[in-house]
């Protein structure tokens, strides 16, 4: 597509339930990154995938966090037993990189999770 | 340390005023990006820059590799140009991830 897709836009659930939500990078990115935002705040790395390289997985903040990625193409980030604190925008970017050689960072609408 | 530093944090100008915002890191980096959040929007790449000026309408960008230090323009300010203005960096010695400031909140009033 021609920037980067995520999906839901919006998502409310209860405290307790498990969410997953989508990144779409735009196509050739090898590089994927996923940061939560909360109300007023500046953004928190939680993960980022380069090409078929191990993630960094450094930002998680629980082990209730996880996220995949299929090659350099879409990427689920999955939360389990959402807790109220989990409730943020989580945000997808992702850029072309090669060694040194950083492309711009395109960032997705976000996904406007809801913990009640 | 990686470190990046944004100054001022808050900023209200009225319309028609040249608007400075700073950025300032502590080591050598890859590239400088400005992003660009409006209230309640998504983020918005503005620029990025290894080296010297980019102009993109009323918005410059520069950057002092030396001084380790970018500028954001905004010239003959209008109240759509408020919003947060974000500053990122790669450190290359420090792996692929995006360091970011903190945000400059910028309010430009009719």
């Known amino acids: 597509g021609a920037g980067v897709s995520q999906s839901p836009s919006n998502k409310v659930t209860e405290k307790g339930k498990d969410v997953e939500l989508r990144c779409d990078p735009i196509?050739?990115?090898?590089?994927l990154y996923w940061y939560r935002q909360r109300l007023g705040q500046g953004l928190e790395f939680l993960i980022y995938?380069?090409?078929?390289?191990?993630?960094?997985k450094s930002g998680l903040p629980s082990d209730r966090f996880s996220a995949e990625r299929t090659g350099e193409s879409v990427s689920t980030l999955t939360i389990q037993r959402t807790q109220q604190e989990d409730s943020a925008v989580y945000l997808c970017?992702?850029?072309?990189?090669?060694?040194?050689?950083?492309?711009?960072?395109?960032f997705g609408e976000g996904s406007r999770l809801t913990v009640l | 340390k990686n470190e990046v530093e944004q100054s001022p944090q808050n900023l209200t100008a009225q319309e028609g005023e040249f608007i400075t915002i700073n950025c300032s890191y502590s080591?050598?980096?890859?590239?400088l990006h400005w992003l660009q959040q409006h209230p309640g929007g998504g983020i918005v790449s503005l620029f990025m820059?290894?080296?010297g000026k980019k102009k993109h309408g009323r918005l410059i960008a520069t950057i002092n590799i030396q001084e380790k230090h970018s500028s954001l323009h905004i010239t003959a300010s209008h109240p759509r140009d408020s919003a947060v203005y974000i500053c990122?960096?790669?450190?290359?010695?420090?792996?692929?991830?995006?360091?970011f400031g903190t945000g400059t909140s910028l309010t430009v009033i009719p």
């Open positions: 970017a992702s850029s072309f990189l090669a060694g040194a050689i950083t492309g711009e960072l395109f």
């Open positions: 995938f380069q090409g078929n390289s191990a993630p960094d």
């Open positions: 196509s050739g990115h090898t590089a």
């Open positions: 990122a960096v790669r450190f290359p010695l420090a792996g692929n991830q995006f360091y």
């Open positions: 820059l290894s080296s």
């Open positions: 080591v050598g980096i890859s590239a």
